[in-house]
């Protein structure tokens, strides 16, 4: 209601106000919206002749950002005396608004103390009731730095910084800055994007994205919506914590503001706007079960421009979805990166299975010697049938001799000795009887002829058939 009797104040003495480096109202008039750079002063109406009764003046002071406001009543100063100051008063308030914390409420006949706003704001209000009236006030204003930020020093000028947009919907979104270059990473930024609607229409906003660098510090950091104009008295809200709501305005004119210092340039927001009308709906509009008319086009858009997702019910019976639709970026990059993984991993298990088992029968090959087919070779291992013929001179000892004998007999059944040893037959004595022999390990190198010479015997053909066996065996 405050705001609401300003605003009407204000529309009448934009003609009157007389725009001065003073900042006084003229006489007869009050309220004003005060912003000098260099300070000034305010006065009550008529002063310092009696206030008028029945009379309400609201003043409000800005300072540039890291400044703080002064304020200063000079003695020449009367306001009707009350109790709690009930009846004329002046309320100070450290903001911008009606509902700002209050700083004080004063009456009587001794001017108020010295205050100090803790921001960029102060409101002032003057009420004035029908009776006793007095001569009123007149305040002095300056601005000094503001404590939070002296190691920071005086704020550099602000770069020109402002948008338009217009349309059925669009995006506002804090990337636009450096993207169209409207200022530097490291310069402080106060940005303004202005969304204008069709005559008679309003607008919804929804927050998509939204983070402040430096949270519930709104000296830093804020961003606020206005309804109207970018005017404080049309501030609709304002947010600097970590959560920020929808807004729906009333007006045809919406305001979306950033404010950054240099410190604060990763804060960020994108928001979603969508223009309406007020049912009922005309032509093709979309009405949104929620007092709101939108353009049909914004139907099944993807993008959910209702209150409630009501334009985006009811959508895949119109269009049925590809699964390539519901897939982004990020998603198609780790199936590409997971299906070349797979085929690179089939690839090398295709090659191993294919060269492991070439290479195996290449080194099986390779040990394998042609001549050991040949029918005059004799193993130079094969210890049971390859003994030596007969006994140099020098062996005279009589076992030696009884292991000959036994030799001699075993070569007459050449055959049966060697189906005995690798054949598998029961008849095993004499092989043990030899094979245990101390002369065994001794004479297996080559056969000694009676002469001294030595003599390889041919291989019978039992005895080749049984080789080849074993040697297939081997390799298999």
């Known amino acids: 209601n405050h705001i609401r009797k300003y605003c009407a104040l204000k529309k009448e003495l934009v003609s009157a106000v007389v725009k001065n480096n003073s900042g006084v109202t003229p ?14 002063y305010f006065t009550s109406p008529n002063y310092p002749e009696k206030y008028p009764p029945e009379r309400e003046c609201v003043y409000i002071i800005e300072a540039s950002p890291r400044q703080c406001i002064d304020l200063f009543f000079d003695e020449k100063y009367s306001i009707e005396p009350s109790w709690e100051c009930k009846f004329d008063h002046i309320e100070v308030r450290d903001g911008p608004f009606g509902f700002s914390p209050i700083i004080g409420r004063y009456c009587g006949q001794e001017s108020p103390a010295y205050v100090r706003s803790s921001g960029r704001y102060l409101y002032i209000k003057f009420v004035a009731d029908g009776e006793l009236e007095a001569i009123g ?55 303004r994007w202005y969304i204008k609607a069709p005559p008679r229409a309003k607008i ?20 606020a919506i206005y309804d109207g104009s970018s005017s404080v008295e049309h501030l609709k809200n304002k947010f600097c914590s970590t959560v920020a709501n929808d807004v729906m305005l009333v007006s045809s004119v919406g305001v979306v503001r950033l404010w950054a210092d240099e410190g604060s340039r ?42 409630y997702p009501w334009d985006e019910n009811h959508c895949k019976e119109k269009r049925k979805a590809s699964i390539l639709d519901t897939l982004d970026n990020t998603n198609l990059t780790i199936i590409g990166i997971t299906c070349g993984l797979v085929v690179i991993l089939l690839i090398i298990s295709v090659i191993i299975q294919i060269k492991q088992p070439r290479k195996k029968y290449i080194i099986r090959r390779d040990d394998f010697d042609p001549a050991l087919l040949h029918p005059g070779f004799e193993p ?97």
């Open 204 to 223: 919804y906003m929804r927050f998509l994205e939204y983070e402040m660098h430096n949270s519930n510090e709104c000296k830093r950091n804020f961003v």
């Open 137 to 191: 006030f007149s305040a002095r204003y300056n601005f000094t730095q503001d404590p939070e930020f002296k190691d920071l020093g005086a704020l550099p000028a602000l770069p020109v910084c402002e948008f338009e947009l217009s349309g059925p919907e669009g995006f506002v979104e804090s990337t636009q800055i450096s993207r169209e270059g409207q200022a530097k990473q490291t310069e402080a930024v106060d940005c």
């Open 266 to 307: 990763k804060s960020k927001f994108r928001i979603l706007f969508t223009t309406f009308h007020e049912p009922p709906c005309e032509g093709d509009t979309f009405f949104c079960h929620s007092n709101m008319c939108i353009n049909h086009t914004l139907v099944c858009n993807g993008i959910q421009n209702c209150v």
């Open 27 to 40: 006489a007869g008039k009050c309220g004003t919206w005060v912003k000098e750079p260099d300070g000034g």
């Open 380 to 476: 130079p291992h094969y210890e049971l049938c390859t003994l030596r013929r007969a006994p140099s001179g020098d062996l005279t000892d009589a076992a030696l001799a009884e292991d000959f004998e036994k030799f001699h007999k075993l070569r007459r059944s050449s055959s049966k000795c060697i189906r005995d040893h690798h054949c598998g037959s029961q008849q095993g004595s004499v092989h043990g009887s030899v094979h245990g022999s101390r002369s065994n390990l001794s004479m297996r190198d080559a056969t000694i002829a009676a002469d001294g010479g030595a003599l390889v015997p041919p291989l019978p053909p039992v005895m080749l058939q049984c080789f080849l066996y074993v040697l297939d065996m081997v390799i298999i």
